[in-house]
């Protein structure tokens, strides 16, 4: 009896956290000071300027603004941007 209801409770716990699928789609960010920012598992690139980056990920969006700021490289996995980063929302 008290075995069974640990077991839901265990399942429901699972249930409640991301899948691994799921995290894999997560933003990962390494940020190296105000000049450098890489991203990982970025999705779509949204608006772009010198003073705004925009990424579409799964679930969120991350805004990055700044000065001069500068997509150095990117794949379909990663992205490094550079530039005086100012700050970073989700």
Known sequence: MFGRKKKEE????AS?????KETRRA?????HGTGEINVE????LGDYS??????????CKM??????????YFTDVDMKI?????????
């Open 10 to 13: 265990k399942k429901n716990a």
């Open 16 to 20: 409640e956290r991301p899948s691994l």
């Open 27 to 31: 933003f990962m960010c390494t940020i």
């Open 41 to 44: 598992n970025y999705g779509t």
């Open 50 to 59: 010198e003073e705004k980056i925009v990424l579409n990920g799964y679930r």
């Open 63 to 72: 805004t990055i603004e700044g000065e001069k700021l500068l997509i150095d």
């Open 82 to 90: 550079t530039g005086k980063i100012r700050s970073i929302h989700f």
